[in-house]
């Protein structure tokens, strides 16, 4: 999805947290990925600014949803 469809699904949904593993199989498509997808800012250590990075020991990266 691109950030903005993330966005409102994010909304829609009324989440609280997104959690990204490096493991999770929806981040090796990215050769399929929009140019503007979000999996590609995960990837490449970047985040949408509504999403705050929570510390977190472990694979898992967390972030708290902001600002919506």
Same mark, same amino acid.
């Given at each position: *999805?691109?950030?903005?469809?993330?966005? *409102?699904?994010?909304?829609? +949904?009324? !989440?609280? =947290?997104? &959690?990204?593993?490096?493991?999770? %199989?929806? =981040? +090796?498509? =990215? /050769?399929?990925?929009? %140019?503007? *997808? !979000? &999996? +590609?800012?995960?990837?490449?250590?970047?985040? /949408?600014?509504? !999403?705050?990075?929570?510390?977190?020991?472990? %694979?898992?990266? &967390?972030? +708290? &949803?902001?600002? !919506?």
């Amino acid at each position: *999805a691109t950030e903005a469809e993330a966005r *409102a699904i994010t909304v829609r +949904r009324q !989440l609280d =947290l997104v &959690v990204i593993c490096a493991g999770m %199989p929806e =981040l +090796r498509g =990215l /050769p399929d990925a929009a %140019p503007d *997808a !979000l &999996v +590609r800012q995960f990837t490449q250590g970047r985040h /949408p600014d509504w !999403l705050l990075p929570i510390e977190t020991a472990g %694979p898992q990266s &967390v972030y +708290r &949803v902001s600002g !919506l």
